[in-house]
């Protein structure tokens, strides 16, 4: 028997012990706590009304009863649990209004309508060194990362995908008590046993990969995970959990990899990142590991493109998959369009190259630039981490600028609105362009950085996440929440591989068409009357647009989502 039948049956024992409690409780909060929290504001009441009940029979009463109140509704906060939000002359008291209202036999319950404090500010015991989240000694010098954590912390897409950030280095400090549950685990693959369980082609991958040992000691790396233990604090150790520092993603799995002790190690690292994305991909997320990016705090000093075209060139089949993939640059005053760099002058669209600034906002000298190579700034100058044994301490170099980026993505990625999460989803490597041109636009112009970066900027977390928003907004004003609905035009094929036809149903109407892209421009657009139209769109490279159809003698308008193969 559905709950909503239940109350109904018991309702007149349930209505005098419901006024009682909820009067008592009223009293006691109002006069014994209101010391402890903020004040409800005045004029509003929430209520929640019993099954059956309708929301203006009750105004009407109240107000007969009370004239002075005025009541009147504003919005409705939850259908199904019958909760409104009413609105009262303020010169009432809150506490009275609830006394009123709580007396009626429709209400469940009401109380006032408090503001809400973010505590989007983590309680991890150090916090307070991390100065590249909030510089009170130059406010210009952070991240604002706490106003960007009012957005997101991270964790998980809006489709639920776990998100996965793998970090190529020296390994890691398994032990850290301040990764928590962020480090990624193959749960597909048993510990141990010598057997590849998930026929991923590695054997007892559980923690993840070692190129050296081929195998998951995830704890034997060079050098012994002085470097990656760091590296992956700054991207995910776990925020707000009372204890040592916060990552950039409070909730996130970090994937760590070993490798990158020379070029092969690189590859192999890149091609277990691979293999754990496609197979995800490939099986809608039931196989393999959803990873946005990847961190490389490492590199050869004055190494040229044109001598690793197996390294530059795996970026590209990364993105594809859906990966992008941050570096960081030589730590010394070179010009890397002239003296060379890898991977940082590795010239793939999925590879973003980072050189690295300190806490007066200005980019360290001894860190490398380049106009047509490096893309951006950002913190790392004694940037204070987690540490081995347990740990923790400054940590530097662009090695510490690099993670601050690679965890801004995953950040991102959890601030998508579901459009853009769909799109991950069917087409990765189109997602992974638009979060780079995203985490682009996003930067915060920064003298030290004109003219020797692409963007001429620094990374920001807030405004990183604003951008999504921008983004995500801009869809929906081309219409994605209205897709699909039957209307006066045939559109096919769908999905289309060279053109697309519209015919008019129905009585000719003047018709006027734009095909807009993922970013919420315009790629074509015409006007015919009474006619059928056809678009080329052979030149348009593949992915989901919209097609928004209009009549504009009656300000009609259709829209269709239209996939490009």
């Not at 009262?88 to 209004?97: C, E, G, I």
């Not at 009123?100 to 503001?115: I, M």
């Not at 380049?370 to 081995?388: C, R």
């Not at 853009?420 to 112009?445: C, W």
Request: hydrophobic share 40%.
């Amino acid at each position: 028997m559905p709950s909503d039948v239940i109350i109904d049956i018991f309702r007149p024992q349930l209505l005098t012990m419901k006024r009682f409690l909820l009067l008592a409780l009223a009293v006691i909060s109002l006069n014994s706590f209101a010391q402890e929290s903020a004040a409800p504001y005045p004029g509003d009441v929430l209520v929640q009304l019993f099954p059956g009940e309708n929301i203006d029979d009750l105004i009407k009463e109240m107000n007969a009863e009370h004239s002075i109140l005025a009541l009147r509704a504003d919005k409705v906060l939850s259908q199904e649990l019958r909760m409104y939000h009413l609105k009262f002359n303020p010169v009432v008291p809150v506490d009275q209004t609830i006394r009123w209202v709580v007396s009626d036999e429709r209400v469940v319950a009401a109380q006032g309508n408090r503001p809400i404090t973010h505590r989007a500010i983590p309680n991890d015991l150090n916090y307070g060194s991390q100065w590249q989240y909030n510089n009170v000694n130059n406010p210009n010098a952070d991240l604002d990362a706490e106003d960007a954590w009012d957005i997101t912390t991270g964790g998980l897409t809006v489709n639920g995908d776990t998100i996965v950030v793998a970090v190529i280095d020296d390994g890691i400090d398994t032990a850290h008590s301040d990764f928590g549950d962020n480090l990624w685990i193959n749960r597909a693959d048993i510990p141990g046993d010598g057997i590849d369980n998930d026929s991923n082609g590695y054997v007892d991958d559980h923690l993840g990969w070692n190129t050296y040992t081929n195998n998951d000691d995830i704890k034997d790396g060079n050098w012994g995970g002085w470097h990656g233990t760091p590296v992956a604090g700054i991207v995910g150790a776990q925020g707000n959990d009372s204890n040592g520092v916060s990552g950039v993603n409070w909730d996130v799995k970090v994937m760590v990899i070993v490798g990158g002790g020379g070029e092969s190690d690189a590859l192999a690292a890149y091609g277990y990142v691979l293999t754990q994305r496609r197979r995800y991909n490939q099986s809608e997320g039931t196989e393999g590991a959803y990873i946005v990016s990847t961190n490389a705090s490492w590199g050869v000093d004055f190494g040229q493109p044109s001598s690793a075209p197996l390294w530059c060139n795996f970026y590209d089949s990364l993105g594809l998959e859906g990966v992008l993939n941050c570096g960081a640059t030589i730590n010394g005053n070179y010009d890397v369009d002239v003296i060379g760099d890898l991977p940082t002058a590795c010239p793939s669209d999925y590879l973003i190259s980072v050189t690295n600034m300190n806490n007066q906002d200005v980019k360290v000298t001894g860190a490398g630039y380049g106009d047509s190579t490096i893309d951006m700034g950002a913190y790392g100058q004694g940037t204070y981490t987690t540490d081995l044994g347990d740990t923790y301490g400054g940590f530097g170099g662009t090695s510490g600028a690099t993670p601050h980026v690679t965890g801004t993505l995953a950040l991102m990625y959890s601030a998508a609105c579901n459009q853009l999460a769909d799109l991950a989803r069917s087409y990765p490597d189109s997602a992974a362009l638009i979060m780079r041109k995203i985490l682009f636009r996003s930067t915060v112009l920064n003298f030290s950085l004109n003219n020797i970066t692409t963007t001429d900027g620094k990374l920001n977390m807030l405004t990183a996440l604003e951008e999504v928003e921008a983004y995500c907004d801009s869809l929906r004003t081309i219409g994605l929440g209205e897709l699909d609905a039957p209307g006066r035009w045939q559109v096919y094929p769908n999905p289309a591989a060279t053109e697309i036809n519209i015919v008019p149903l129905g009585t000719p109407a003047t018709l006027a068409y734009t095909l807009y892209n993922t970013l919420g421009q315009p790629v074509a657009s015409g006007r015919n009357y009474g006619q059928s139209a056809l678009i080329d769109v052979s030149g348009l490279a593949a992915g989901w647009y919209v097609l928004e159809l209009q009549n504009p003698d009656e300000a009609y308008v259709e829209r269709r989502k239209i996939v490009i193969e």
